[in-house]
């Protein structure tokens, strides 16, 4: 989405940027919050697998910087230039004031490369097809050989 959308010139505005909770950090493999509304109500759906893995390389950069996954998550979407702005859905005070110093958090490129990887999706039919060589991209021309 992120090439259409700065081809196009147009922005982007994220809800949930934490998964309902899940990218905060305070869900591991071995612990999951009993008291979580994410417990008893899995909302939004995500692939937990892979979330546990962006989750890992998420806390590996939140601990270079001293600060809170859920402020990694946050400050990387917002290093993205299409992304205008983030709803979030704090509950408690605390967890608003920690997602608000997010935007104190300057992240370098290759902490923004590293999550970038960490969150790739495995492409699927037909979106595979996106990978090959084409002339169709938006901001491409199309290119004929001569006979």
Excluded: C
């Excluded at 989405?1 to 309902?20: F, N, T």
């Excluded at 605390?94 to 999550?115: H, I, P, T």
């Amino acid at each position: 989405m992120i090439p259409l959308l700065k081809d196009q010139g147009v922005g982007l505005l994220v809800w949930s940027p934490l998964a309902g909770g899940f990218l905060s950090g305070k869900f591991t493999r071995d612990n999951a919050d009993a008291a979580a509304r994410r417990a008893t109500f899995d909302f939004p759906p995500i692939d937990k697998d892979k979330a546990y893995g962006i989750v890992d390389a998420m806390r590996k950069v939140a601990d270079g910087h001293g600060v809170s996954v859920a402020q990694i998550a946050l400050a990387w979407i917002l290093a993205h230039d299409v992304v205008t702005s983030v709803i979030i859905g704090a509950r408690k005070l605390e967890q608003l004031d920690d997602n608000l110093r997010s935007v104190d958090v300057a992240l370098s490129s290759d902490e923004v490369k590293a999550l970038d990887e960490a969150s790739r999706l495995t492409p699927e039919y037909p979106a595979w097809m996106d990978a090959l060589p084409s002339d169709r991209r938006p901001g491409e021309e199309r290119r004929f050989e001569r006979q």
